[in-house]
C-alpha cells in the first residue's frame, strides 16, 4: 500500500501508520498470545527480554538531538533502563543486542514510524499492568517500563502524535516511513521469538 493510496483515506499520518500496520500489528499479538507470557514470572521475564532488546535497537533515536528539538522530553520516554532494571528484579541475564542492527541514524520519517510502534505500545501496556499483581510484580518490580509515563500515557501520545502527524515529508520519505513503520513490528516479533526459543 503506497502513500498515495492510504492518503485517499486518511489524511493524518499517523492514521495511515495505523491502518498499513494492522496486520503485522495482529500477527504479533497472537504471536504474544501464543507465548503466554502471564502464565509465569518465568515467561515473563522472557516477554522483558524482548522488550529490552526492542528498546536497545532504538535508544540511539530516542536521543536524537535533532528530534529532541521537535518532540520536548525525548530522551526520558526510553524505557530501554527501566527493561534493564526489570530483568534484574526478575533475576535474569541482559541478552545480547544485535550492535550491527542497532539505529544511529536515519530520515525523520522513518526515526518517527519506529517510535510511533514503541510509544504506541505504551497504550497498551496500561492493561498489561493490570495483569501483574497475579505475578507478584508492579511497575515499582518487575515490570517498571509497563508503568505510567510522566504526564500520562493519553497526554504523551497525544502530544507524540502532534509532531508525527505535523512534519513535512515527501513522497519517499512517505514510502520509507510506512516501511519503517512495518519494520518495527517485524523486528519485535523477532526478538519475541528469539526469547521465546528455548
Known sequence: MTAANTSLTHPLRSQRLNQITHEPHSRLDNRVKEHDPFASRERFARFVAAQYLFQYDLERLYADDDLGRLIPGLSGRCRLEQTRLDLADLQQPLPVGDESVRFRSMGVGETLAWLFVSEGSKLGAAFLLKRM???????????????????????????????????????EQERLAEAAAIAAFERFTVHLERCFAD
Do not use: I, Y
Open 133 to 171: 499483581p497475579a505475578l507478584g510484580l508492579s511497575d515499582s518490580f518487575g515490570a517498571r517500563h509497563l508503568g505510567e509515563p510522566e504526564g500520562g500515557r493519553a497526554q504523551g501520545w497525544k502530544s507524540f502524535v502532534a509532531v508525527l502527524d505535523a512534519v513535512e515529508l515527501d513522497a
